[in-house]
């Protein structure tokens, strides 16, 4: 009986054999002019099939290597006449941070010379027009600004529900992936985000501090009363303070509404009541001066300069914001996020969305498939302090030393899996986060009280994005 070849290893005997011919055709093994060996040759060289041995060189061809002539053979084509494709990706911008993407470009070129990936900063429009997040996408995809877009999964699940999946293209499942992480970028049984990194929000401390100060080090079985009790012994009046987090982002404040109570009723009718635990703790928290220091960072990376500085001895990370300290001398480590009733931490993710209407759409499907392949996902694992999001790379120690300042718990996340939720474990729709954001911001800062702020949440149910940026703007009665 002929055993069958896994796709896994298919896979990586394809990639062998475009890799190899491609390395030839470049170093001048294969020049101008010359016939590449036989399909047949080839299937039997690399152990594939002639259909399989058709789909590399038809790669090759797609980069201008090569020049399939009918019932002739492949020759390699001139330098000279080769066509360069530019495809152009608008970019998150924590994504050089995140994945050291200009040296993954880097290798990308050196694998395919005829494409270029322009990044461009993703960067919204003219103010004035009070343009929103999916506004700014879905005319970066209507207008043929983008090839592929790093996108969030926050900004993913308003472009489907807005029913724009009709301007993206459908990408291929990658062997590995965590199968979390493709579900969330799926719709309609079709994959159309492509994977790369992703993060649950984690507690981050300063080991010298709970040492000087004599006190254990967080674990999993901290409440929030633990951090709290631990952050007023750590703090030092005129010198630190025991805990703080970017108040502003997204990936910080939900967490306590996430926490604060089971998810009940439905999006529209989201359960305001059940979410005012979490709620009072985050204002009890950033209230806490013995605790927690009223400065109001305006970046990810300043509220990482605090802890680096030693101004903090604990603060709320993703693997993503702890790129911050990869090269600092700070001694540090990570704890599963402290909890309320159950543990629960969000989960952020970021993946490669391509447009439908792009006119290089094999180039495109090149690069992504480069993202997701082993390769690509090594290198982030080994450069960075990112997860990627092949389950394989994620989960083994990184292949190179490359003496970046990893905390000693750096595989925590496996262990916490269970805990993770989406932002859409809220059980409010996604859209309304920025308006909601208002109200709460002025009951922390008592300026409303209890009654008002249930007020204000349930009028919150706006029938677009307007709507809901004018009622965040609007002073409260």
Not at 85 to 111: A, G, N, Q, V, Y
Not at 186 to 214: I, R, T
Request: glycine share 6%.
């Amino acid at each position: 009986m002929t055993k069958r070849i896994s796709r896994k290893s298919f896979a990586a005997r394809l990639e062998r054999l475009t890799d190899e011919l491609r390395r030839r055709i470049m170093d001048g093994t294969y020049a101008e002019g010359d016939f590449l060996p036989s399909e047949s040759s080839l299937a039997k060289q690399f152990e594939l099939s002639n259909n399989s041995v058709r789909k590399g060189l038809d790669t090759l061809a797609a980069e201008g290597l090569i020049v399939k002539l009918d019932k002739v053979g492949s020759r390699v084509t001139a330098p000279a006449v080769r066509p360069k494709t530019t495809i152009t990706i608008i970019c998150m911008p924590s994504i050089e941070r995140d994945l050291e993407f200009s040296r993954l470009l880097e290798d990308f070129h050196k694998l395919h010379p005829s494409i270029h990936v322009k990044p461009v900063a993703w960067s919204m429009l003219d103010s004035s027009l009070r343009s929103s997040p999916l506004d700014t996408i879905r005319t970066y995809l209507e207008d043929g600004t983008a090839d592929l877009i790093t996108i969030n999964h926050n900004h993913f699940i308003q472009i489907i529900e807005n029913g724009c999946a009709d301007l993206l293209e459908p990408l291929d499942y990658a062997e590995g992936t965590y199968r979390f992480l493709t579900d969330a970028f799926s719709a309609d049984g079709k994959l159309y985000a492509q994977p790369v990194v992703f993060s649950p929000v984690v507690l981050c401390y300063n080991k010298d501090h709970f040492a000087e100060a004599g006190l254990p080090e967080p674990d999993s079985g901290w409440t929030w009363e633990r951090l709290i009790d631990a952050a007023e012994k750590l703090t030092v009046p005129g010198s630190r303070h025991g805990f703080h987090f970017y108040q502003v982002s997204e990936n910080r404040w939900p967490l306590f509404l996430l926490q604060g109570g089971k998810r009940r009723g439905s999006p529209d009718e989201p359960d305001w009541e059940r979410m005012m635990d979490g709620i009072d703790l985050c204002g009890a928290i950033i209230q806490n001066r013995h605790a927690f220091p009223p400065y109001l960072s305006e970046s990810e990376p300043e509220a990482s300069q605090l802890f680096i500085s030693g101004k903090i001895s604990m603060q709320l990370a993703t693997y993503n914001s702890l790129n911050d300290m990869k090269h600092s001398a700070v001694r540090y480590d990570i704890a599963p996020l402290p909890y309320i009733d159950a543990p629960a931490t969000l989960l952020i993710a970021i993946g490669l969305m391509a447009s439908r209407r792009s006119k290089a759409k094999e180039a495109v499907k090149l690069f992504v498939d480069y993202t997701a392949s082993v390769k690509a996902q090594q290198w982030i694992r080994s450069r960075t302090l990112t997860v990627p999001a092949c389950k394989p790379v994620a989960e083994a120690p990184p292949q190179e030393d490359t003496g970046l300042n990893r905390p000693q718990h750096d595989q925590i996340f496996r262990e916490i899996m269970p805990s993770y939720r989406w932002h859409t474990d809220l059980g409010v729709p996604i859209r309304l986060l920025g308006a909601l954001h208002h109200p709460l911001k002025l009951y922390w800062s008592e300026m409303i009280d209890r009654q008002t702020l249930l007020s204000e949440l349930r009028r919150l149910r706006p029938a677009s994005g307007q709507d809901e940026e004018a009622k965040a703007d609007r002073p409260l009665a």
